[in-house]
């Protein structure tokens, strides 16, 4: 335990002293070419691959009760969690803007490495609420930034395959790398899981590093946007009128965000409710990993497949996707076998892929350059905050 705090706490203060030296960092901008920063996207597509590289998920919760946590202990550690990334959001989002979005997401890669790392020292209740809320503040700074980094550096971009790249391609192409991240990892659990779970934490702790060092590729890589180097147009006043303005009810803004919101919270919660489900229907742990990556592979697929879907069902047709799906998918969950339960739960993680690259395009085109990593910690801020109240 007191291992596990040392960790953290000398990461959290290093950043610090790190952000202390952002004017030196800004001082040495390289300026990059439009093909140079296309060519160089895959940065940030390692990046995400990695971050979300999570070999402990499928099996977090049997991890937490196999250090004495009931259920009910589980789910507060995770209202924890939801509090410090609901509390760290926007906060993060304007250190992201004013700052810059690589410095922001290199601090979160290092907190998560140190979170993972320390979490292989932990063994009761009070330390998972450590790591709960260390993990939250990583996941606040890195929130947003990546998603505007991608935006900021794709929108307008073109390649010798298509001369006009929509920037929804990037982000489909994002969480196409999130997703496989996501998969590869579950398969490695279902593995490592037959050698015990604390194999599982030991080998996140190793690959928790990886964002740490792709995070500072994107320095060399990729330019910041210009927007993030004016210091003159991130006063806190400012702040609160582009706040007020997006928050307009009038505003397609608003309504983007509560559709954003609202669809992240319905397969937040059932990620958390599928593990417990599986068990209680009597699926073994080493089936959790397989299942995992089918399910957040799924999600990566319809992703790639937005254009080709949104040009068969048109507009309308996604959105009755991206909102039908979850609650057929409940339905089905508590209604039928769990045979045919398991390929509804697929349901979930499709909305999910539309509602990342759909949803989150149209998000960020009516969104200032200025504070769009602000804007684009929103939707995780509000959608916790209703978690709260769930």
């Known amino acids: 335990m007191s291992s596990f705090l040392v960790v953290v706490s000398i990461l959290f203060y290093s950043v610090i002293l790190f952000f202390m030296r952002v004017k030196e960092i800004n001082?040495?901008?390289?300026?990059?070419?439009?093909?140079?920063?296309?060519?160089?996207?895959?940065?940030?597509?390692?990046?995400?691959?990695?971050?979300?590289?999570?070999?402990?998920?499928?099996?977090?919760?049997p991890f937490f009760q196999s250090l004495g946590m009931s259920m009910t202990q589980v789910m507060q550690a995770q209202a924890?969690?939801?509090?410090?990334?609901?509390?760290?959001?926007?906060?993060?989002?304007?250190?992201?803007?004013?700052?810059?979005?690589?410095?922001?997401?290199?601090?979160?890669?290092?907190?998560?490495?140190?979170?993972?790392?320390?979490?292989?020292?932990?063994?009761?209740?009070?330390?998972?609420?450590?790591?709960?809320?260390?993990?939250?503040?990583?996941?606040?700074?890195?929130?947003?930034?990546?998603?505007?980094?991608?935006?900021?550096?794709?929108?307008?971009?073109?390649?010798?395959?298509?001369?006009?790249?929509?920037?929804?391609?990037?982000?489909?192409?994002?969480?196409?790398?999130?997703?496989?991240?996501?998969?590869?990892?579950?398969?490695?659990?279902?593995?490592?899981v037959s050698y015990g779970l604390r194999s599982v934490v030991l080998a996140q702790a190793i690959f928790g590093w990886m964002p740490v060092v792709l995070s500072l590729l994107t320095f060399k890589f990729l330019a910041e946007p210009t927007a993030s180097l004016k210091k003159d147009t991130h006063k806190i006043g400012d702040l609160k009128i582009f706040l007020k303005s997006v928050l307009q009810k009038e505003s397609l803004a608003i309504r983007l965000l509560l559709a954003l919101v609202g669809m992240s919270l319905s397969s937040f919660i059932a990620v958390w409710l599928l593990q417990k489900y599986w068990e209680v229907n009597g699926i073994g742990y080493e089936y959790f990993g397989l299942l995992w990556a089918g399910l957040n592979l799924s999600t990566g697929l319809i992703g790639k497949w937005n254009r080709y879907i949104l040009n068969q069902v048109g507009a309308k047709g996604v959105l009755w996707l991206i909102g039908g799906l979850p609650v057929v998918s409940y339905l089905a969950l508590a209604f039928v076998p769990v045979s045919i339960g398991l390929v509804f739960c697929f349901g979930f993680y499709l909305s999910r892929g539309l509602t990342q690259v759909f949803l989150k395009d149209h998000y960020n085109r009516v969104i200032p350059s200025e504070f769009r990593a602000t804007a684009n910690s929103l939707p995780s801020y509000l959608c916790l905050q209703s978690l709260d109240h769930v």
């Not at 001082?27 to 160089?40: K, W």
């Not at 390692?46 to 499928?58: A, D, R, T, V």
Request: charged share 10%; glycine share 8%.
């Open 80 to 192: 924890v969690f939801a509090l410090t990334v609901a509390a760290m959001e926007i906060p993060t989002g304007y250190i992201a803007d004013r700052f810059g979005k690589r410095l922001s997401i290199f601090f979160g890669a290092l907190l998560y490495a140190g979170c993972f790392t320390g979490l292989t020292f932990v063994d009761s209740f009070f330390g998972i609420l450590i790591y709960e809320v260390m993990i939250g503040i990583a996941m606040g700074f890195v929130n947003g930034a990546d998603i505007s980094l991608i935006y900021e550096n794709f929108k307008g971009k073109t390649t010798q395959l298509d001369k006009n790249v929509p920037v929804s391609v990037a982000f489909a192409n994002y969480q196409l790398a999130v997703t496989l991240g996501e998969s590869t990892a579950a398969v490695l659990s279902g593995f490592l």
């Open 27 to 61: 001082s040495a901008e390289r300026t990059l070419s439009n093909s140079d920063q296309v060519h160089f996207m895959w940065v940030l597509y390692l990046f995400s691959f990695f971050k979300m590289f999570l070999i402990i998920m499928p099996v977090i919760v």
